[in-house]
C-alpha cells in the first residue's frame, strides 16, 4: 500500500516509521523489514512482499519435523515439537553475521529470560549505544520465535559475551504495540535526545494482528472442566485477552489526548474452516490461504489503511 500510495515502486515500510516492533513471527518481521542492503546499508533491504515471500518458500523448512524427532519427543509432549534446526537456517540465510545495531530503523523485540526471570527487550537503538545490549539479529529473531513446546529454548550471547537464555516474547507481550509506545517515551527518547519525552498526540502507531479466532466456549462444557480440558483454551483466552487488553488500553490513550484517527489496529478475523489457526501449519495451501485472509483484510480496511498511509506520507521520510 505504501508503494502503491506513493507511486514509488522501490518504498520500502521502513521509510515511513521511526520504529517498528514485533514479537514472535512479528519479530521475525521486524528484523526482515529493517534488514540493511548490502549496497545501501540506509535503506532497507527487503519489501514487504519479500518478507511474506520468506514464510511462503521456506515455511514447511521451519515447521518440518524428522521422523526420528517424532518418535523421540513423543510427538511433541516429551521434547519440543520441533528442532530448531530448519528454523535457524533460515534466519542464518536471512540475516547472516548482521548484528541488531546494523539495523536501518530502531526497534523494539520482546523475548523473556526464564533465567532473571524478567523481559526483555532487544532495540536496535540501544545496541548503537551499548555494546552490552548487541546481538545478532539472526540470534534476536530465533528468541523472539522460541515458542514453548514448539522450539526449544535458546541461549544467546551479547556482544560482550553474556549469555541469556530466552523464549518467546509472546507469554508476556504477544500485542506489543503498548511496549513500542512506553518505549518511544522512554529509552528512543533518550537515544535521540528527545526532550520532554513525545506525548501521544505526537505518533502514530499502526498495530497488526496476526489473527484472531473467534472460538467460543460454552458454559456447559467448561463449568466441568479440569486442568487437562483447561489448558488449550487458557493459553488461547490469555494470549487473545492480552493483546485485546493492550488494544484497549490504546484506544483509551489517544481517545483521551483527541487523536483516534493516529492509532489504529488491524486484526483479520480467523474462519478455521478457511485457515488453520494453528502457528505451525505451514502446508501450501494453508500458507496460501493465510496470504489471501492478508489480502482481504488489506481490502476490508482499505479506506482506513488509506487514510493512515496518507498521514505518514504526509509527514513523509525526508521530515525525519
Not at 545478532?136 to 530465533?142: E, G, L
Not at 518467546?168 to 519525552?197: K, M, Q, T, W
Not at 483479520?268 to 485457515?275: D, F, G
Amino acid at each position: 500500500m505504501i508503494q502503491q500510495a506513493t507511486g514509488k515502486p522501490g518504498a520500502r515500510v521502513a521509510d515511513y516509521f521511526d520504529l517498528v516492533a514485533g514479537t514472535s513471527t512479528g519479530g521475525i518481521l521486524t528484523c526482515a523489514l529493517l534488514c540493511p542492503d548490502e549496497d545501501n546499508p540506509a535503506q532497507s533491504r527487503f519489501s514487504a512482499s519479500e518478507v511474506v515471500d520468506m514464510y511462503l518458500e521456506r515455511g514447511d523448512e521451519i515447521f518440518e519435523i524428522p521422523l526420528w524427532h517424532r518418535i523421540s519427543s513423543g510427538s511433541g509432549t516429551l521434547d519440543e515439537k520441533y528442532p530448531a534446526d530448519g528454523l535457524e537456517e533460515v534466519l542464518e540465510d536471512y540475516f547472516g553475521e548482521l548484528w541488531l545495531s546494523d539495523l536501518v530503523k530502531p526497534c523494539l523485540i520482546p523475548a523473556y529470560d526464564i533465567r532473571r526471570r524478567r523481559a526483555h527487550f532487544f532495540t536496535q537503538h540501544g545496541a548503537e549505544r551499548n555494546l552490552a545490549q548487541d546481538f545478532r539479529v539472526r540470534d534476536v529473531a530465533r528468541a523472539t520465535a522460541a515458542a514453548p513446546t514448539y522450539f526449544e529454548t535458546v541461549r544467546i550471547k551479547s556482544r560482550t559475551k553474556v549469555p541469556y537464555p530466552l523464549i518467546d516474547g509472546g507469554v508476556f507481550a504477544n500485542n506489543p504495540a503498548l511496549c513500542a509506545y512506553a518505549e518511544v517515551r522512554a529509552g528512543y527518547a533518550r537515544a535521540h535526545g528527545i526532550s520532554p519525552p513525545a506525548r501521544a498526540d505526537s505518533m502514530a502507531i499502526l498495530s497488526i494482528g496476526t489473527g484472531k479466532v473467534e472460538k467460543s466456549y460454552t458454559y456447559r462444557e467448561a463449568k466441568d472442566w479440569g486442568s487437562l480440558q483447561w489448558l488449550r483454551p487458557l493459553i488461547d483466552i490469555l494470549l487473545a485477552g492480552t493483546a485485546e487488553t493492550v488494544d484497549y488500553q490504546l484506544r483509551q490513550i489517544y481517545d483521551a489526548v483527541k487523536a483516534p484517527n493516529q492509532y489504529l489496529r488491524v486484526e483479520p478475523a480467523i474462519n478455521p474452516s478457511v485457515v488453520s489457526p494453528d502457528l505451525d501449519n505451514a502446508s501450501p495451501e494453508n500458507l496460501v490461504a493465510l496470504r489471501e485472509l492478508g489480502q482481504e483484510t488489506a481490502e476490508r480496511d482499505s479506506a482506513l489503511l488509506k487514510e493512515f498511509v496518507d498521514m505518514l506520507i504526509a509527514l513523509g521520510p525526508e521530515q525525519k
